[in-house]
């Protein structure tokens, strides 16, 4: 009997970065090709399904031992049956090849325990917007800037080092020694309590993982992004002197997962989402909102990638004495006294809990209503308010799901085609709105849904979705519903109670009216313009994604080749005169030499390069997010 597979289980930054540093230096010039070559090895589990084992050779078995959280945390939980182990090449690449855990892995128990983050998600789009994530439960008054502590600043120091040093090798030469270099500096960090930093190095080293490997989900932007994150936060730290506060105190982060006492509270079901996470965790979160419109969440995230996630839209969660599944809790209300909730605003189950079920919220009253009742222009305002400065972990604005009536017309590339309804005289208005997947995977509902929609013009609907602060007027829808009064509606089965999760409800030809029913809509005129895309600042994220896929070498060639001044020209022409001279700046710092006294080429160092990379990217991202402003107001 051939003995089952699985997949390699997450490891911690320490654990790989201390397998990769114990290597001779002659081991490491092999890892690249090891850990390409043990990837594609079967991973078989134990028959108790403790141990994971990797045959690397015929005297060597690497064998994974993960504890409770599903990870492996510690040395002793790797091990390699060959002569040299420790430190070997089979213990070291087989870790390397293992996916990131999260800073805080272990399992949610809704107790006050950490959990893995369900922001954390892996789709078509890398880390996709339109994923599941908790909302805090209220604005807190922000804490007040603590003084930085010496070791923060030597931390946030090293890590800033570590990370010019990524930038400038570039995708195609930051293999597994310097990602290593990049987790142990991590660790540094999250020792120093510098969480922002610590969290954004890991999705630096899952980018460029995904993009060394050709991941069909990875996407540069997204890689892009969480350097810039990186840069910028390790930056402004190590600017700031030992003893002195940081300008925004955000910049330290928060640890994940501290659960505090939530009082009594009565929350009603609103929708629920799949989270596939890119570290293989797979599970479901359940989205209540309060009679006051505070956000909270329940979540049932795990080891077990898309497979889990489809099956857990129907697991059962336990809250108090409250027993009901996920599907139920989104119709369903709930009554907690003793609640505990954590800081993004996810309730726990812990013993102290006590709940029963309550009568749910249709979603024409109370704080949906209220919701709805916001015009879409103005939310999208609101939601895209902040600066390349915030803090992608802690994301409550921008993700907070928005509600809209929307009467569909017609589908471009892969978006459906809508305009909001104006309330008052019931007839398409605004800015043409693009509705994409919010998960694209093949294994959820998200694509399937969408097309029945496209197929369907004409018809109009109530949406729950979530901004993509990046694309011209776009969303992902989340949650659909029948729009109140409407002929040309959705018709949905009763057990519904009025709405269909995305996600995991399946659309079909009976829950749509008949093509003869009600108004027709014409196609909508210049579908395919997209202001972000023909603005002149796509000159600007070619070279910025050009430095970081290529490196500093792909950068300096296209200095030579005259690219720059063309871009630099073309930019001023249409106003981008800032755009123009940062562009001109990086391209010139790439091709900058440094030659000793005795005339050699020696190494021009990657500070100057990657503070230079820096600028261009966040006015960039600046730049963006005012063309994707305009696009919701037009």
Known sequence: MTPPTTRLPPAAPDTVAAAVEGLTSRLRKKLDAAVEQYAALPVTAAGDGTTVTVACGEDAVVTLTPGPSGAVTDHEQAQCSCLLAPRCLHRAAVLSACPVADPAAAPDTGSGTDAPAATDTGTDRGTDPGTAAAEPAAETPAEAARPLTAAQVRAAAGLWSATAAVLAAGVPAAGAVPQAELLRAAHTARLADLHRAEAAALRVVRGLRGARARHDGHRSADLVAALREL??????????????????????????????????????????????????????????ITEEGSWYSVADVKPGGPARARGAGTATVTVGAAVLNHAELSRAGLLIAGATVSEDGRLGSGKGVRASVAKGLDWTSGPLAALFAVPLARAAADRLADGPAADPEQTGRVRRPLGCDLVVLGVAADCVLAREVDPATSTPHGPLIRLAAANGHPDLAHTGNLRQLAAHPGVRIRVLARIDPDRAATLYPLAVGPVPGAERTLRLPAEWRGHADLGYDTLQGAHFPPADAGETVAPPYGAAADPLADSPLWRVRRLVELAVTGGRRAAAEAARSGDPRTDAAALRRTGFHGAADLATALAGEADRRHRDVFGRLGDPGADRYASAWLAAAVHLTSAERGVVRATWEA
């Open 231 to 288: 840069l910028l936060t390790t930056g402004l730290l190590t600017a700031t002197e030992a003893g002195s506060a940081p300008s925004d105190p955000g910049l330290l982060g928060t640890a994940r997962r501290a659960y505090r006492s939530g009082g009594s509270l009565r929350v009603h079901g609103v929708f629920r989402e799949p989270v596939i996470s890119a570290t293989g965790y797979g599970g479901v979160v359940t989205h209540l």
